[in-house]
């Protein structure tokens, strides 16, 4: 028989058909309402309309919007992009949809007007090892359950061909942009929404809603699983999301990092 794992702990799921345990379902810690009005960063100060990261940065994207802080969910997120649980975009999507639905702020809004949603490619080389674009997955759960389409054959990624490890941060961003590709004109004067598993430092958002801009795109919004704490000056080892999520292989050791 088909056990579902509990995309939270990894234990078989109970009661059969649950999709995260009982116990789980209150552990991943969602966002909130005070957040960061472009990106949708948790802000844990007083006041402030945007986080330490938009302050000092413009960013290619329009609204962000996310659904849990990423350390209180990292374990299982890990699993999901590098151990094979592909399984966990039921319970992840469905919260991403609900998030959608019932969010009441003016960026939640905007996400909701989208003609149509686009998963963040990865290229063919790392699909062919890993089996699944993780974003891809989520995008397609969003989809059926909100009923805004995904389009999976507007934008896609070609293969790295340099190693990105030893790249300052703009130099990142610009090849990163360059590997992006963006097919037809469909996006043209259109509101779109890009959805992958994380937001870090927007790196990789940018440069998605960078190329699609260039093809015209009206708005380029973004919903995410997850987001990452808002520290100021996070440091160029934070620069990709990639990278970041690599190091996370044992998040229960690391509870200094910095996102
Ligand atoms: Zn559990
Ligand atoms: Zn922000």
């Known amino acids: 028989m088909y056990v579902q794992r509990c995309a939270v702990c990894d234990d078989p799921a109970e009661p059969f058909g649950a999709l995260v345990c009982s116990r789980c379902r209150t552990i991943p810690e969602p966002v909130g309402d005070h957040v960061c009005e472009k990106c949708g960063k948790p802000l844990d100060g007083e006041g402030r309309l945007v986080c330490s990261d938009c302050a000092g940065a413009s960013h290619s994207f329009d609204r962000g919007a996310a659904v849990f802080r990423y350390r209180s969910v990292s374990g299982g997120m890990f699993r999901f992009k590098y151990q094979g649980r592909a399984e966990y975009a039921e319970w992840y999507g469905a919260k991403m949809a609900e998030r959608l639905l019932n969010g009441r702020n003016e960026a939640m809004e905007r996400l909701r007007n989208a003609d149509f949603i686009i998963p963040?490619?990865?290229?063919?080389?790392?699909?062919?090892?890993?089996?699944?674009?993780?974003?891809a997955l989520l995008a397609r759960r969003v989809s059926q359950i909100t009923g805004i389409p995904v389009r999976e054959d507007i934008l896609g990624r070609g293969n790295d061909?340099?190693?990105?490890?030893?790249?300052?941060?703009?130099?990142?961003?610009?090849?990163?942009?360059?590997?992006?590709?963006?097919?037809?004109?469909?996006?043209?004067?259109?509101?779109?929404?890009?959805?992958?598993?994380?937001?870090?430092?927007?790196?990789?958002?940018?440069?998605?809603?960078?190329?699609?801009?260039?093809?015209?795109?009206?708005?380029?919004?973004?919903?995410?699983?997850?987001?990452?704490?808002?520290?100021?000056?996070?440091?160029?080892?934070?620069?990709?999301?990639?990278?970041?999520?690599?190091?996370?292989?044992?998040?229960?050791?690391?509870?200094?990092?910095?996102?």
């Open 120 to 135: 963040v490619p990865i290229s063919s080389a790392k699909l062919l090892v890993r089996g699944y674009n993780q974003a």
């Open 161 to 259: 061909t340099k190693p990105m490890k030893y790249m300052s941060v703009p130099e990142r961003r610009q090849n990163l942009k360059k590997a992006l590709i963006v097919y037809g004109n469909d996006v043209k004067s259109k509101v779109t929404m890009l959805i992958d598993d994380i937001y870090t430092t927007g790196a990789t958002m940018d440069a998605c809603a960078g190329v699609l801009k260039d093809a015209g795109a009206r708005e380029v919004h973004f919903l995410t699983l997850a987001i990452g704490a808002d520290v100021p000056d996070a440091g160029p080892e934070a620069a990709d999301e990639e990278t970041y999520a690599q190091r996370r292989e044992n998040p229960a050791d690391d509870q200094d990092v910095r996102i």
